[in-house]
T-cell receptor, first 112, second 115 residues
Framework: NAGVTQTPKFQVLKTGQSMTLQCAQD?????MSWYRQDPGMGLRLIHY???????DQGEVPNGYNVSRSTTEDFPLRLLSAAPSQTSVYFC???????????FGPGTRLTVT | AQSVTQPDIHITVSEGASLELRCNYS??????LFWYVQSPGQGLQLLLK??????LVQGIKGFEAEFKRSQSSFNLRKPSVHWSDAAEYFC?????????????FGTGTRLQVTL
């Protein structure tokens, strides 16, 4: 049981490049979400999904796309990276127990 | 809208001393409250949670927190801090509507422990 996994751990992009941050969970959780963490701002919700085929925007969705084709995977896509997207990104999943939200180890992204 | 305030950005305590990290929330109903800890380079780990009932809740690693409705606070405490407790601590309030959930986080308090 690996929990929530994220790849890559680190990534450097140039402005305008695109990439996908991967997130997978093996707990059969319906609810998954993406957060970004910036110094002095805590974690902010980007997008979330309540099940396969269903996604919705969070607090800071601009510049990011998501899809949920399977229960296990919830990738986050940056279509055209900007320096403002330099951050640490966390994926999380939650099961039926609303307080059991598990976080992945994070992806540190730098956009130059 | 719900919000969480952690007024202390950085706290330094000596090993063995007691600790209290402050958290104030703004929410219209009875909140779901959480404390998470983040060690350097790691993800977030749930320390404890409050939903209802006893206002003093116990968590992992010897931490406890007390919910005070009159003060809109959920402060985290530990009687004796260990060097391994050095980390960043986040308070969060949860909003749940049906199957959806949203956690709103505070900005975090970084704890430094001196030997």
């Amino acid at each position: 049981n690996a929990g929530v996994t994220q790849t890559p751990k680190f990534q450097v992009l140039k402005t305008g490049q695109s990439m996908t941050l991967q997130c997978a969970q093996d707990m059969n959780h319906e609810y998954m979400s993406w957060y970004r963490q910036d110094p002095g701002m805590g974690l902010r919700l980007i997008h979330y999904s309540v099940g396969a085929g269903i996604t919705d925007q969070g607090e800071v969705p601009n510049g990011y796309n998501v899809s949920r084709s399977t229960t296990e995977d919830f990738p986050l896509r940056l279509l055209s990276a900007a320096p403002s997207q330099t951050s640490v990104y966390f994926c999380a999943s939650r099961g039926q127990k609303i307080y059991e939200q598990y976080f992945g180890p994070g992806t540190r992204l730098t956009v130059t | 809208a719900q919000s969480v305030t952690q007024p202390d950005i950085h706290i330094t305590v000596s090993e063995g001393a007691s600790l209290e990290l402050r958290c104030n929330y703004s929410y219209g109903a009875t909140p779901y409250l959480f404390w998470y800890v983040q060690s350097p380079g790691q993800g977030l780990q749930l320390l404890l949670k409050y939903f209802s009932g006893d206002t003093l809740v116990q968590g992992i690693k010897g931490f406890e927190a007390e919910f005070k409705r009159s003060q809109s606070s959920f402060n985290l405490r530990k009687p004796s801090v260990h060097w391994s407790d050095a980390a960043e601590y986040f308070c969060a309030v949860g909003l749940y509507t049906g199957t959806a959930s949203k956690l709103t986080f505070g900005t975090g308090t970084r704890l430094q422990v001196t030997l």
